[in-house]
T-cell receptor
Framework: GAGVSQSPSNKVTEKGKDVELRCDPI?????LYWYRQRLGQGLEFLIYFQGNSAPDKSGLPSDRFSAERTGESVSTLTIQRTQQEDSAVYLC???????????FGPGTRLLVL | GEDVEQSLFLSVREGDSSVINCTYTDSSSTYLYWYKQEPGAGLQLLTY?????DMKQDQRLTVLLNKKDKHLSLRIADTQTGDSAIYFCAEILSGGSYIPTFGRGTSLIVHP
């Protein structure tokens, strides 16, 4: 498709389980970002990938959070041993290398019971 | 405190103009953005302004930037019910990673 896609769109899980969230960036976009948006809050930066460079993980809130990206394509955000405070919308965005503007996917709504 | 601040709510009557305000703190910002988020959706880029500009107009949207006061505003002319959404202001600083700092968002409510 033409835009950033994310799956699943909604995820309900039990506390303590692991979850994987997927992001398909716009084709040709070398930069990819993950954000977390808690209810009523702004966006919280989690991690940034740029090409084959080492990712910027400075926003990951704990070692339960990790992300991978295969080349310049799909990225997966994994949350291990989920906690109720992980409930949020997880947004992915991608950007073409020489431009500053990010384009967002629709997000994955995660609910941890 | 937050680097980017916005008021949380704005209520306007349909047909009136809406003005959403944002303040930021870092004078090295290069780009300032406005995103719109409708219920249950991701963020949609509305418009952006480069920090060496004072104003940018795009159809019903007008962005004003006051660098001295570090103040950014988004004016929506002839506001419609479809404009009801959360509007996020974001700044991007000089540098290579282009990691934006977002405000908490302003909920715009348009009533008849």
């Amino acid at each position: 498709g033409a835009g950033v896609s994310q799956s699943p769109s909604n995820k309900v899980t039990e506390k303590g389980k692991d979850v994987e969230l997927r992001c398909d960036p716009i084709s040709g976009h070398t930069a990819l970002y993950w954000y977390r948006q808690r209810l009523g809050q702004g966006l919280e930066f989690l991690i940034y990938f740029q090409g084959n460079s080492a990712p910027d993980k400075s926003g990951l809130p704990s070692d339960r959070f990790s992300a991978e990206r295969t080349g310049e394509s799909v990225s997966t955000l994994t949350i291990q041993r989920t906690q109720q405070e992980d409930s949020a919308v997880y947004l992915c965005a991608s950007r073409f290398g020489s431009q500053e503007t990010q384009y967002f996917g629709p997000g994955t709504r995660l609910l941890v019971l | 405190g937050e680097d980017v601040e916005q008021s949380l709510f704005l209520s306007v009557r349909e047909g009136d103009s809406s003005v959403i305000n944002c303040t930021y703190t870092d004078s090295s910002s290069t780009y300032l953005y406005w995103y719109k988020q409708e219920p249950g959706a991701g963020l949609q880029l509305l418009t952006y302004i480069f920090s060496n500009m004072d104003m940018k107009q795009d159809q019903r949207l007008t962005v004003l930037l006051n660098k001295k006061d570090k103040h950014l505003s988004l004016r929506i002319a002839d506001t419609q019910t479809g404009d009801s959404a959360i509007y996020f202001c974001a700044e991007i600083l000089s540098g290579g990673s282009y990691i934006p700092t977002f405000g908490r968002g302003t909920s715009l409510i348009v009533h008849p």
